[in-house]
């Protein structure tokens, strides 16, 4: 391959690239192969999923957070809070408890640790959007997504203190969902 056609390769490597990612900003949706989904590619329709996952913790919605993550698999890394919540309350950050969502029972006793929390954003969380690519694994997320990190949060208890946290999430505009949304309780607030 000479210089000129290397260079040529690259080139047309960084357009398809281009053309999809201002196809995907420009119209707001892009679909697993192609298709259409109502996934939005911006940054703002992501937050306003994130704002729904809160909702669905709050209200004690299994089905809602079915709804807006990826389906739990054993040996994912998807949905996870750690310490939990009760062994945040009972022995601080430092408990080793930890909860990670790889079917629906460990969902439903995710939800059940959530119980008499309404979850909320502390502020503005720093959020960018890119193409990842390269990726294999269980965990592998490959094409356009949005990261938010850190990810910060309150759980206000109905009665008792605050507690403040922090996380990650990543959300995949092809499938519409978070793949990965990590919680850490830190502090009472």
């Not at 201002?22 to 892009?30: F, I, K, L, N, R």
Request: glycine content about 14%.
């Amino acid at each position: 391959m000479t210089h000129a056609s290397g260079h040529l390769a690259w080139l047309g490597k960084v357009a398809v690239a281009l053309v999809t990612l201002s196809a995907c900003q420009t119209t707001g949706v892009v679909g697993t192969n192609g298709s259409p989904t109502t996934a939005a590619c911006t940054i703002e329709s992501a937050r306003g999923q994130l704002t729904k996952l809160f909702e669905a913790f709050s209200a004690g919605d299994s089905a809602a957070v079915l709804r807006l993550i990826e389906t739990p698999q054993p040996g994912r890394d998807g949905l996870e809070m750690t310490p939990t919540l009760p062994g945040f309350i009972e022995a601080g950050a430092g408990s080793p408890t930890d909860i990670q969502v790889h079917n629906t029972v460990d969902l439903h006793r995710f939800m059940a640790d959530l119980r008499g929390f309404r979850f909320e954003e502390s502020g503005r969380e720093a959020a960018t959007i890119g193409v990842r690519s390269g990726e294999s694994g269980p965990d592998a997320l490959n094409g356009l997504a949005v990261g938010f990190g850190p990810l910060l949060w309150t759980a206000r208890p109905t009665q008792g203190r605050s507690i403040a946290g922090g996380g990650k999430a990543s959300f995949s505009c092809a499938s519409g969902r978070f793949v990965r949304a990590l919680f850490s309780p830190g502090a009472y607030s």
